[in-house]
Structures are given as C-alpha cells and as structure tokens.
C-alpha cells in the first residue's frame, strides 16, 4: 500500500511540474488538472509514472497528457533527438533531409507538421506529405529523394487511442544497428526545454502527386502476367481500407494494373482515426472484415480485401469450394504470394537462377519446401519487417529479391521499397485471383493445390497476455525456463531440433550444438518434432504478452480433405499446449 502511494505522489510532483511549467500549452495543462483532481488516480499513474521510451522501433502509446503517453512534447522530444543524430552523423553533407508521412489518426496530421518544423529548426530540409499516406509509399520516397532518414506517424492496427511514431534510415528501412542505439541516446538526452519549435518555411516542401505517380508506376512493373489481368479485368474485387490510408493509393494502383471492377466499402471510405465501423482496424481479426464481406455476398464477388490504416498489411477473403466466405490467414497469405510469384516467374522463364525469398523464423515452413522444391534460395530472419529489409540490403548486388513475408499479414514483392508494403500486395492479389479465375479456379483452390503439391501446414498463434511488472516478471520468468529446460517432445513426438536464438545455438536431440548465424541474439526459443511440429516462443517487444506460435505439418490429397486436416491439427494444437504448460 505504502509503495502504492509513494507511486502516486511521484506522479502527481511530476504532473505538477508540468502545470508550473510555461513549456506545456493550454490545453495539455487542463488535461494534467483534470487527471490531478481525479478521485481515481489511475489514469494520472499511468500516464505519469515512467517515460515513454523511444525504442528501436521508435514510439507507439496511448495519446493524453503525460510522460507516459503520446503526445506533441514526446513526439517532439523523439524529433530532436533524430535531428541532433543526423546532424552528427552526416556532419559532411551541405544539406541533410528527411521525409515525413501520417497516417488517418486523430493527431497525426498535427505531429507531423510539428516534426517538420522541429526538423526545419534543426536546418533539415523536410519533404512532408499533403495528406495522409501509406506506410511504404514513405520508405518509398526517401530512396526516390535521396533522403538520409524519414518518419511517419502512425499506429499501425493498434486501437483508435494509440499512435505512434516510426523512424527510417537513408536505405528506406526502419533504423537498424548501430543507428537505432544511437538515435536511443540521443532522444534520451533531450527534454522538452531542449526543442527547437519553429523553424524555416523554405526548408518544408509539401509532396504528394508527383511521389504518388512515380511509386504507382514502380509498384506496376511487378505484374508477372498482364495479358491474364486483361482477358479477366472484370474480376470483382471488393477492398477496405479500414478509414486509413489504403484509399489514397489502392484503388488507383488497381486501376491502373487494369482491373475494372473494383467495389470499395463506401462507409470504411472515409478517413476517420476513430475508426467507427470496426472494434478494431485490423485485418488481422476476421471482424474487420465484416462489411467487405457483406458487400461481397450482395455481388457474388471473387475476393476481399483490406488494408490497416497505414496500409502496410493486409488482410483477405475468398469463398472455399461450398462457395462460404473464409479468411486466408498470415501464413496462408505469405506462402500464396511466394508460390504465385516463383510459380509463374519460372513458367515465363524470368528466373536468372539469382533470386531469393526471405521469410521471418515464425512462419510456416511450408514457405522453405516450396522453395526447396524450386531450386529458390531462401532466408530466414527475426520477426519484423526490419530485418527482411536488412537481408534486401545485405544482397543488393549481389542476389535479385522477389518477394518475402510474415505471418503478421505483411508482405512486400519488391525492393524499390524496403517496408510491408499493401499497395503492391493487393494489385499481386488481384493478380493471383485473375490468374486463379483464367485456369476456372478461385483463390481457395490454388491454396488447396499448394497443399496437394507441396504437404498441409497449419498454423496458430496463442498470446498470453500479462500486465504490469508482475506480468513481465512471469513472461521473464517463463522464458527463462524455456531456455534452461527445453522441451523433449510435442504432442508426444520427440523433438529432434531445438533452436535458441538468446545463445545462438541450435541443439540436437543429443544435446550437440551448432551455431545459428544472425544479426544478434533475440529472446526467442524454437522446437521442431520429428513429425514437422514446430513451436516458436517469444515475448512480445511492443504488448506485454508471451506469444506461441505453433505449426503442424500433414498430408491431403484433395479439397475435401482440408477440413478433417484442419479438425485434426486443432487436436494437436491441444495437446502441444500441455507440452508447453499453458
């Protein structure tokens, strides 16, 4: 009790501090009294009681007043800590600069034009979108301008009341080793007296059409087959971007890829960060999904699709062979993408012989026999689109990347971009469906045909969610012993391979011991079982959860068999839970 009311008073000196301060706006002090008079201390403890971390994937958090929340003086304090970095690290340049990008948010609009003046003041050159933009059509434009870094604010799929902020580097990816630690420092070092506020309109130049035109023409040049779009341009293809940012660019780079036929949800066509029609902007949760489908039933449609709000992911739905609407999942997502790219890449005798696909070490490993099979190198990286870009960039020159994914929905066919890019993944898509419909098949027939050529996977994600630091010292305390005690079997068959990425060494089933070559180490265990089980364990960076991703492998022979697999591997999955103690 005692330690809970030291931890209340702490905040409340500090929130007072922000009422004396002449710093903090009118409006942001009102907020702060409000929290102070409260009779439940809740809200003002955690907003107060720590300092939102800038990390290696830069800010994301709830907006309000606050040490702990989002707002323009975290915002602002991170800016100042990227421009004191650029201007050390690039010290021998006449002119540094950067590109700024937002998404739908409520906010986003407003910290960006702060950014860009933070920048400005700091004697960067800013090139700031007009409007809100994609995700990847930012990472887009710093290559295309020759930037050293860019930002975009934006939250992602997280609920309507967060947002976030995400820094790049110069190759157009999010900010890797040695630069992340470095900016770390850096924005550590800066209070909210140290921001520069105003700077130079002539070091803002506002964007937007023309970087519009030239990535839409880039994303056009990865149509594999046109001549199968033009004979089915009139495929009926219904798309959501969820009230972000998908519809600036979307239905434009459909058109443009030539389909004809394109039904946008008209309620989710409307930019809003409140996001009104859905619980949650995610087309990773099949809700999302709801009124695409429902307008897709009304018209006999052949696939659905969204994108988040910063249409870097994206999410989909086709009928099965009863004609119901199902949702593909992450993996299944990844592994059609890659099969339809290497597939007709090879029909149409495009292959080289230097290509090469990079997956993340949680999704399926369906993805590597497809690739086996082909004669296609593939990587394996950590989770995060940061390192699929780290691998692009380590083979610039060397090797031709075409195409890689997670099971989190993202995908990205090309290197002109260097993040998850749902632009070009939903005109590939459309692409696969046209193709798919030429031969007289759906999109659910070539997943059923990738599992008769190349064995079934199926896949499920368990996240146990633990709050506070009795939560993280249990999520702690789990990994810990996952990584002393590692498992003997799953669901009763014996594990023959056990992968620890916290010592970069892989063990066999008589203990010997092989290094793993990757960047770094990370806090992730995998196991994979003599019958193709595979468990990958990890706590989450950004939630405070334990995530457990599990894979079982089988056989079907046709259609008819896929669900009797699916009702199987669900009974693994049972059983591989009590292997793992949850």
């Not at 403890?45 to 989002?70: A, C, H, K, V, W």
């Not at 056009?220 to 779009?229: H, N």
């Not at 039933?297 to 994206?314: E, H, L, N, W, Y």
């Amino acid at each position: 009790m005692s330690n809970n009311i030291e931890l209340i008073e702490k905040c409340e000196q500090t929130a007072r501090q922000w009422l004396k301060s002449p710093l903090y706006d009118d409006a942001t002090k009102a907020g702060v009294q409000r929290m102070l008079e409260a009779e439940d201390k809740t809200e003002l403890i955690d907003s107060f009681y720590q300092t939102l971390e800038f990390g290696t994937g830069g800010l994301r958090g709830i907006m309000g007043p606050g040490t702990n929340r989002i707002n323009i003086y975290t915002v602002g304090a991170a800016t100042q800590g990227l421009a004191n970095y650029l201007n050390k690290n690039f010290s021998q340049l006449a002119q540094i600069s950067v590109v700024i990008g937002y998404d739908c948010r409520n906010n986003s609009d407003v910290f960006a034009r702060a950014c860009a003046e933070i920048f400005a003041a700091n004697g960067i050159k800013v090139y700031l979108f007009e409007n809100m933009r994609p995700t990847p059509e930012i990472s887009f434009a710093i290559r295309h301008f020759h930037c050293q870094s860019g930002i975009i604010l934006t939250a992602s799929h997280n609920p309507r009341e967060y947002n976030g902020y995400k820094a790049y580097w110069d190759d157009g990816a999010q900010v890797l080793a040695p630069h992340d630690t470095g900016i770390i420092e850096e924005v550590n070092k800066v209070s909210v007296a140290d921001i520069k506020w105003d700077g130079p309109d002539e070091l803002i130049n506002i964007i937007g059409q023309e970087v519009d035109n030239a990535y839409l023409d880039q994303v056009k040049t990865l149509s594999i087959d046109p001549e199968c779009i033009h004979r089915q341009k009139d495929l009926k293809i219904v798309y959501t971007p969820l009230h972000g940012t998908g519809m600036m660019l979307i239905p434009q780079s459909l058109k443009l890829w030539g389909f004809e036929n394109v039904h946008c949800v008209p309620k989710q066509m409307v930019k809003d960060g409140n996001f009104p029609t859905v619980v949650s902007p995610n087309p990773e949760n099949g809700e999302a999904l709801t009124m695409a489908i429902d307008l897709a039933q009304k018209i006999d449609g052949d696939i659905v699709m969204a994108s988040d709000p910063d249409a870097d992911r994206v999410g989909m739905a086709c009928k099965n062979d009863k004609g119901q609407w199902v949702l593909i999942n992450g993996h299944q997502t990844c592994m059609i993408f890659l099969y339809y790219i290497i597939r007709n890449r090879i029909a149409q005798g495009k292959m080289k012989g230097n290509e090469f696909i990079v997956k993340t070490i949680v999704t399926t490993e369906l993805i590597k026999t497809i690739a086996d099979k082909n004669g296609i190198e593939m990587f394996d990286c950590y989770t995060g689109f940061k390192w699929i870009a780290r691998v692009i960039g380590d083979m610039e020159g060397k090797k031709q990347y075409i195409g890689g994914g997670e099971e989190s929905y993202g995908f990205l066919a090309e290197d002109f971009v260097r993040d998850k890019d749902a632009v070009s993944a939903c005109s590939l898509l459309a692409e696969i469906c046209a193709w798919a419909k030429d031969q007289g098949k759906t999109l659910y027939d070539i997943l059923m045909d990738i599992y008769k050529e190349y064995g079934f996977s199926y896949n499920k994600a368990i996240n146990l969610v633990r709050p506070g630091k009795s939560g993280a010292d249990e999520i702690k305390a789990m990994m810990e012993k996952y990584h002393s005690t590692p498992l003997k079997e799953l669901a009763g068959s014996p594990v023959t391979l056990t992968k620890d990425f916290k010592q970069l060494k892989a063990f066999d089933a008589q203990g010997n011991a092989t290094p793993i070559t990757m960047p770094q180490t990370s806090d992730v265990i995998q196991w994979f079982a003599q019958n193709g089980t595979k468990v990958s364990v990890r706590p989450s960076g950004t939630e405070p959860k334990i995530k457990f991703y599990l894979e079982v492998r089988g056989t079907i022979q046709s259609a008819d068999e896929y669900e009797d697999a699916v009702a199987q591997a669900e009974k693994k999955f049972k059983d591989i839970e009590l292997s793992l103690g949850i």
